[in-house]
């Protein structure tokens, strides 16, 4: 299938700039609020899936320089946690098992969805559990360190967190919001017909406490929250442009399995549920384009240099499943980035393909617009939607010898070239011809070494630029033709 028919029909055209900035007029002139571009971040450099076997991922970013990493193994057995200094180096550090299961009784059986939080100066590790006796008496606990390091420490149980029902509980997380610290879980309900719903508390005196008020948060009513499953569970907060965003996973844990959004203020009162919007689409989903499936129970973390949010997750690369999907151990941890959209909300895209993760082009002389494809044409334009319709990874030359192409992240197999000096994303056809127009010699910004030009591997002379909104491979001399022949990747 070509990149358009995928999609159902061509592609809507997103709204220009100056149809952007007069929504954002007319919002301030009736007293909305109005969300601020976040400013650029530097591009990653991961390679995916980060860890195999390993779901409900969990990584924490200390003040001591080190990512921990903690996720559910497939056995249900145990809490394991493993630590480095870069995110990818997480792929190959050394796994140390902290904590089994019980014997007998309470904490004996699926042993799920641990996390990792220092507070207070103390490290806890919050997961769920059944008993012996009755495995799917599934409740939260917490363990708890006081060493500086949570790989050698010595741990302690602190028990479980009673809720106002002895019920199916599990997914317990953690955040602070102007100063108060909350506990956010998944649980059933008595009276509600679902599997679970998300709930909300302050944290008593002690991080294996809650007081007060417990508010229910949302319950799985639409399609996409009900399939298999009625679920809102593995709920995860990230707080930026004023904002709350808590996301949450829904359905059965096959392909079904997707990521939905609560969004609150962050000046608003958390404890009352009209505080919460429920997005009506899930915001991130399996994609067979891609082969990503069951895309779920996320975590947020930080690049190394602090700049991009990282979006931390489990998925599988096949749909079907034989069997319970629960018995299935090849759930995999992955990480990409976070991109911001221009009124401040999140923007998760696709689960990117296996391998390196992708980047955007933005143009040195647009600040705000990124090399895309619309169409089959190759386009520079501001806020792009689809996301994933301006994400390329940069991979090795189709032609070789030391060139690189471009491959489309939604379109797998489809790469940038130029015909007639116009470049298009296009399937590789297997041909020298394509495989030569579509290979392009990395060089340093012709307008700034902070960015890349890349210059055609076939026509020596000739770079990628834009021009009235459209890619070409042409001559460039100027100031301003080589700002347009320089792409900052993102």
């Not at 007319?26 to 980060?50: F, R």
């Not at 921990?68 to 497939?74: D, G, I, R």
């Amino acid at each position: 299938m070509t990149p358009k028919c995928r999609s159902g029909s061509p592609r809507r055209r997103t709204a220009t700039p100056l149809l952007v900035v007069l929504a954002m007029v007319l919002a301030l002139l009736a007293g909305l609020p109005v969300g601020t571009p976040a400013a650029a971040a530097p591009a990653v450099n991961y390679t995916n899936p980060l860890a195999n076997q390993r779901a409900d991922p969990h990584i924490f970013k200390h003040t001591d320089g080190y990512y921990y990493f903690t996720a559910t193994v497939p056995q249900y057995d145990r809490i394991v946690l493993r630590r480095a200094t870069t995110l990818q180096g997480l792929a190959s550090a050394t796994e140390t098992t902290i904590w089994r299961r019980h014997t007998s009784g309470e904490m004996a059986a699926h042993i799920w969805a641990p996390e990792i939080h220092f507070i207070n100066g103390r490290w806890y590790v919050y997961f769920a559990a059944g008993r012996s006796d009755d495995v799917w008496r599934i409740r939260m606990y917490v363990l708890e360190n006081a060493g500086a390091n949570p790989l050698t420490g010595s741990w302690t149980e602190r028990g479980r967190i009673s809720t106002p029902w002895d019920t199916f509980s599990l997914d317990a997380s953690t955040f602070v919001a102007n100063g108060v610290r909350y506990l956010v879980w998944a649980q059933s309900e008595p009276g509600i017909n679902t599997n679970s719903n998300l709930y909300l508390a302050r944290m008593g005196a002690n991080p294996w406490q809650i007081t007060g008020t417990v508010t229910r948060l949302t319950v799985p009513t639409y399609d996409w929250e009900t399939r298999g499953y009625r679920v809102a569970e593995g709920p995860a907060v990230i707080q930026r442009n004023g904002r709350i965003f808590l996301t949450y996973s829904a359905s059965a844990t096959d392909a079904n399995y997707c990521v939905g959004l609560l969004t609150a203020s962050a000046g608003a009162n958390l404890l009352s549920a009209s505080a919460w919007t429920k997005s009506s689409t899930p915001v991130f989903a399996s994609n067979a384009a891609t082969s990503q499936y069951g895309p779920g129970h996320n975590s947020f973390t930080v690049s190394e240099d602090g700049q991009s949010d990282i979006l931390v997750y489990h998925d599988r690369s096949y749909r079907d499943i034989n069997g319970d999907p629960l018995n299935d151990p090849n759930r995999r941890t992955r990480i990409q980035k976070v991109y911001w959209n221009a009124d401040g909300t999140p923007n998760f895209g696709i689960p990117v393909p296996d391998g390196a993760t992708p980047v955007r082009l933005r143009p040195q002389d647009l600040g705000s617009s990124y090399l895309r494809h619309y169409d089959y044409r190759a386009r520079v334009e501001a806020n792009v939607s689809p996301l994933a319709d301006s994400q390329f990874r940069i991979v090795s030359g189709l032609a070789g010898s030391g060139s690189v192409s471009l491959e489309s992240t939604n379109f797998p197999g489809y790469y940038l070239r130029h015909r007639n000096y116009e470049v298009f994303v296009e399937r590789d056809d297997g041909s020298a011809q394509f495989r030569a127009d579509a290979s392009f010699t990395r060089r340093a910004g012709l307008a700034s070494s902070a960015g890349i030009s890349l210059e055609a591997g076939n026509f020596a002379g000739r770079y990628l630029r834009h021009r009235s909104g459209l890619v070409y491979v042409e001559p460039v001399s100027s100031s301003a033709e080589q700002a347009s022949a320089t792409f900052h990747l993102e």
